[in-house]
């Protein structure tokens, strides 16, 4: 057992002296030269020659350990030039000339490691910052444990300041966390009880109480530490591209050094083999790709090495699921549709106050549906829940039911919930029927979003070389049809089992190479079959991330496109400072086998050209020319009217209700409903549309380059405020009394046109505009962007 610890020690230690060689390699030579230029300067001649031949022998250690490393792997490495450079100086009695190669040698290698250590430190921090311990609550003590002890269940306290040991909900008041080294968005963003928190965030704010629903093993920070961990295995096929780029680089300068012996002699042979030492070829390449690693990692997207860089490079084809990634995959509330003297206000109300003791996943979109329109919940008495048929209980007073149709008490198809089936038929989306004391109150209509920055990302990608996009979904064909023609995809594979996604896969593989994005376990399959395969990790289920080669660990879909961006830029740069690095070296080759560079100062023109070839390679590391980038007050200011758009998608659903029950209810009933609507537009979204012509929109004017970029919805505004006079002034002229038959039509056609043109204008702007600056603010954020 002590030798085997022993051995385990020995291994670790020339592993670390291994990873420093170069450093030391580097420090050595350099002062062994310095030490031979002063005896010479000392008039020992012969100390200086002895201590710059064991310069070169030591350059020449150092690059056949190189040499039989690539042959191990099976590949043959550039150092072989490098060998024969020193090995014929050291012949031709060149000494100073092997002495200044070593250095150039250990040089390069330190600045390559250099350089990696700076573009892999984004990764590392995700490493270093891992917690070890987590407090837990055991009675009405808090104990510190190891991290590994901690059980779904537990109920944990994370102090201010400290990271979230483990995936949980939070139990206590609201917590306000930065997320910003798993997302890339810099505000805090508060969580309130109920609410899930991923591992490896910050408490920002006070002592945050939460209920562990993961193992440390098992939980967000954990998967992503695993991801980077793969993501520093792979080598990018380029750097071995570059391998092969140094098979017949060596041939060439084999045969220039050979013309030049014949021609000239030994040392005109030396002088090119000096000068040929192909560094660029040794370094930039993989420096370029552990620099788009890091880049992708600042913003969000962890690649699990360069290898699939290089692919995601050469990709053409994009298959995308859509529950998930085309759209939110979260359920969000589109109407209310009231069936009897409740407004719909008033039904939300009692839906959500029942619902906060719901266990159903629907009632989290109910609940904040509530809370975005500011409904004043209580909590309810008598709650009875039965899965699969919904909950009911003692709300303020009233006996409220929310669930299904027959749960609720509706029977037949009266006119209200005929709507509701049909809306939610036709948009694909789901009802939950309410009940108040014994009679039907109305139906809430939840949807699943389209994402705002889904159609941009579409565009984006097809702009940046990906020619065929196809939606693959298990969903309904006529939905996933909608949604497809909307965000532009070119075809649509709807009602696909997980079987037929990979069907799918294969049949775009033949055609072209393949991006699969998903975000469900179901996606899982087809993720790991496809070229490159990329997760949606935020929101989606861990084998998906597991799968992928890729994950977006930020919820936001255009980091798709950036990191396909990315990978291209990446691969050119990675091109460029080979081939430059070679064209150089190979116009020093010329000049050395005219007799016009001494090997001497070849060795020292050809550390400059390895430098240059880094420093290129370096600019990888640098954000590349892309989408519009908005500065923080701006961004803040988009979430802002982002999160508004999310409140007064109610109220546009309500427009439409309205329309549909006029003729069908009394006409005092009807007048009530149309005056409370109205009162929403004037209130609420008049002021919502001034405020972004006032403040948005001189804001994305400075960014996106002059009024032009916003005139048209400028003029949108202009007629959303016209029709909302137009109803205030139809509804004067209505007066006290009931609507005829004119005014019910006049009235259905201005609510039915403002519905439309609402919907329609919000939708564009969340895609042009509000998508720009990220996800909505949460709500504490809104007071913030306002100040």
Not at 641 to 660: C, N, P
Request: net charge neutral; proline share 5%.
């Amino acid at each position: 057992m002590i030798i085997i610890v022993g051995s385990g020690r020995l291994s670790r230690t020339l592993g670390w002296l291994a990873g420093r060689l170069p450093l030391v390699l580097l420090a050595v030579t350099v002062l062994i030269v310095a030490a031979g230029a002063l005896a010479h300067l000392a008039g020992a001649g012969a100390a200086g020659d002895a201590a710059w031949l064991a310069a070169g022998a030591l350059g020449a250690a150092y690059a056949l350990w190189e040499i039989v490393a690539a042959l191990r792997e099976r590949r043959i490495g550039v150092d072989v030039i490098a060998l024969l450079a020193l090995l014929g100086a050291i012949a031709v009695g060149e000494l100073l000339a092997a002495a200044v190669i070593s250095v150039m040698l250990a040089s390069g290698r330190a600045l390559e490691a250099w350089a990696a250590g700076r573009a892999e430190r984004d990764l590392r921090a995700l490493l270093a910052r891992a917690p070890r311990t987590a407090r837990r609550r055991c009675g009405g003590s808090v104990q510190i444990v190891p991290l590994d002890a901690v059980r779904p269940g537990d109920l944990l306290l994370v102090a201010p300041g400290e990271l979230v040991p483990v995936d949980g909900i939070v139990t206590g008041p609201a917590a306000v966390l930065d997320e910003s080294a798993l997302t890339g968005e810099p505000r805090p963003v508060e969580r309130a009880q109920g609410e899930p928190v991923r591992s490896g965030v910050l408490n920002a704010g006070g002592p945050a109480e939460l209920r562990a629903t993961a193992t440390a093993a098992d939980s967000t920070y954990a998967g992503i530490v695993r991801l980077v961990a793969e993501a520093k295995e792979s080598p990018a096929p380029f750097v071995r591209l570059a391998d092969r780029y140094a098979l017949w680089f060596l041939g060439l300068t084999l045969a220039a050094a050979g013309v030049a012996w014949a021609v000239a002699g030994a040392e005109r042979a030396v002088a090119v083999l000096v000068v040929a030492t192909p560094c660029p070829l040794i370094l930039a390449a993989p420096v370029a790709m552990v620099s788009g690693l890091s880049v992708a990692a600042r913003r969000g997207v962890v690649v699990k090495g360069g290898a699939v860089l290089e692919r995601l490079a050469q990709c053409r084809t994009l298959l995308v699921d859509k529950t998930g990634t085309l759209t939110s995959g979260r359920p969000a509330l589109a109407a209310v549709i009231p069936a009897g003297p409740l407004a719909a206000p008033d039904v939300l109300r009692l839906a959500a106050s029942l619902d906060q003791v719901s266990q159903h996943v629907l009632a989290g979109a109910v609940l904040r549906a509530a809370g975005q329109q500011g409904c004043a919940l209580v909590l309810p008495e008598q709650v009875e829940e039965v899965p699969g048929q919904g909950i009911r209980g003692i709300v303020a007073g009233h006996r409220v039911a929310v669930g299904k149709a027959a749960w609720a008490g509706v029977t037949g198809s009266p006119a209200w919930a005929k709507r509701a089936r049909r809306q939610a038929r036709l948009d694909g989306a789901l009802t939950m029927f309410v009940a108040a004391d014994g009679q039907p109150a109305g139906v809430l209509v939840l949807e699943d979003p389209v994402r705002p920055d889904a159609a941009r990302t579409i565009r984006a990608l097809r702009a940046g070389g990906i020619d065929r996009i196809v939606m693959v979904t298990g969903d309904r064909a006529d939905v996933a049809d909608t949604i497809g023609a909307v965000i532009g995809v070119d075809e649509v594979l709807a009602e696909r089992t997980p079987a037929e996604k990979l069907e799918a896969v294969r049949g775009e593989r033949r055609r072209a190479p393949t991006v699969m994005a998903g975000d469900g376990i179901n996606d899982a399959p087809a993720l790991a079959l496809a070229d490159v395969g990329v997760a949606m990790g935020a929101r989606g289920a861990s084998a998906s991330s597991e799968a992928a080669d890729a994950v977006l660990t930020v919820d936001r879909l255009d980091r798709l496109g950036e990191v396909i961006g990315l990978a291209r830029r990446t691969q050119r740069i990675a091109r460029q400072s080979v081939l430059a690095g070679m064209a150089m070296s190979l116009a020093a080759m010329g000049v050395a086998a005219a007799g016009l560079l001494p090997a001497v100062w070849g060795a020292l023109l050809q550390e400059l050209i390895d430098v240059l070839a880094i420093l290129n390679a370096l600019r990888a590391l640098r954000p590349g020319p892309g989408g519009v980038r908005l500065a923080a007050a701006d961004a803040a200011l988009t979430r802002r009217f982002q999160a508004e758009h999310e409140s007064i998608r109610a109220d546009i659903g309500q427009l439409r209700s309205v329309a549909d029950a006029l003729g069908t209810v009394p006409p005092a009933e009807a007048m009530t409903q149309v005056r409370r609507v109205y009162r929403l537009l004037a209130d609420e979204v008049g002021p919502h549309e001034q405020a972004e012509e006032e403040e948005l929109y001189p804001a994305l004017d400075r960014v996106l380059g002059g009024r032009e970029a916003t005139a048209t919805m400028s003029r949108a505004h202009a007629e959303i405020a016209h029709q909302i006079r137009r109803l205030g002034r139809l509804i004067e002229d209505i007066g006290a009394g009931p609507p005829d038959q004119v005014d019910v039509a006049e009235l259905r056609g201005l609510l039915y046109g403002l519905h439309a043109i609402l919907r329609l204008h919000t939708a564009q702007e969340d895609e042009s505009y509000l998508s720009l600056g990220g996800p909505a603010a949460e709500p504490g954020e809104l007071a913030a962007a306002g100040a």
